[in-house]
């Protein structure tokens, strides 16, 4: 007698084939679910606490190099060298389309102005000498001590002083350095000056890659909260670096002429060497939201005296 094949149900080798699909997918889930874990793992038990550590490293670096000149009340931060993305990436051009018609339909442009083309090229900057930068912006008060005037249109010792032109913060960090000198104060192969732009983004940003180094309310004196008028320097939350008003109260002179950015990655960039306009940045009292983005970049004639525009010193190195 011949024997016979037995062929088992169809039904049978479908369930078959499907637990090992099955099996299959569990297993490369858990495969998925191992790597996943491992780079939290390595992100809350290595990465986090390194950055931490550095951060309070930094922290302690500022601490103990920290400057003031006792008779101002002058206070400087340290700022450590570093490397940041300088400017604001262009946006994909469905989010730009959007703004635009926005624009057009309700007349109302986008309020940060996050595709300006004065922003771009991003740019890699590293700055590689520490640097100082004061607290605050320039107040009358110290101004009035240095250069024996005040010429602000607001009028308050504690309020920053403002209708100075480029020329004007100049010579006031000039005749500031002749003065700390004299007095063996400076460190070797330094001077006070005005900030590059990049020094400025750098320590405005403090860290942070958005549009603000925080929230705006709480750090900046602008049109929506401002009354119409300038305020008392320091007034506001400062930055994660210790640094008040970088964004809004007055915008602030920067060294570097107006120019546009060369892209790719550079060192200590100041800007280009020649022309005429100089840069300011921060925003100010009377400005919208927009323009106290940590990147937002306007300028003026070297000779402009504006009653919202004022400036902070830099001690930088001259070397």
């Known amino acids: 007698m011949s024997e016979e094949t037995v062929t088992p149900p169809a039904s049978d080798s479908a369930s078959a084939s499907a637990a090992r699909t099955r099996r299959v997918w569990l297993r490369a889930l858990a495969v998925v679910a191992l790597v996943v874990l491992g780079f939290v793992g390595w992100h809350y038990l290595v990465e986090l606490p390194a950055e931490r550590r550095a951060a309070a490293e930094l922290a302690k670096q500022r601490a103990e190099n920290a400057r003031t000149i006792p008779d101002l009340k002058l206070d400087l931060v340290w700022i450590a060298p570093g490397t940041f993305l300088m400017g604001t990436p262009a946006q994909h051009p469905v989010v730009r389309w959007f703004y635009e018609m926005r624009e057009k339909l309700i007349h109302t442009p986008d309020p940060a102005d996050k595709w300006s083309d004065h922003e771009r090229p991003v740019t890699w900057v590293t700055l590689t000498k520490p640097f100082w930068l004061g607290r605050t912006a320039v107040t009358q008060s110290q101004w009035t001590a240095v250069m024996g005037n ?44 005005l900030p590059t732009e990049a020094q400025r983004e750098f320590a405005c940003r403090a860290g942070t890659t958005g549009d603000y180094a925080g929230g705006l309310d709480a750090m900046a004196w602008y049109v929506a909260n401002s009354g119409g008028t300038t305020h008392a320097v320091g007034t506001k939350q400062p930055n994660a670096w210790g640094l008040s008003d ?64 004022g400036f902070r010193v830099a001690l930088s190195s001259v070397r």
Request: proline fraction near 9%; glycine fraction near 14%.
């Open 246 to 309: 970088m964004e809004g109260n007055v915008w602030e002179w920067c060294a570097d002429r107006w120019g546009n950015y060369p892209g790719g990655s550079v060192m200590d960039p100041t800007g280009p060497p020649s022309g005429s306009p100089r840069v300011h940045r921060g925003g100010g009292w009377f400005g919208a939201a927009g323009g106290c983005r940590s990147a937002f970049r306007s300028f003026e004639p070297p000779g402009a005296r504006l009653y919202s525009l």
């Open 150 to 193: 005040n010429p602000s249109h607001f009028k308050g010792d504690d309020l920053p002083v403002e209708t100075v032109s480029w020329d004007d913060a100049m010579a006031f960090c000039q005749k500031l350095t002749e003065r700390e000198r004299a007095a063996g104060r400076l460190p070797n192969g330094y001077a006070f000056t």
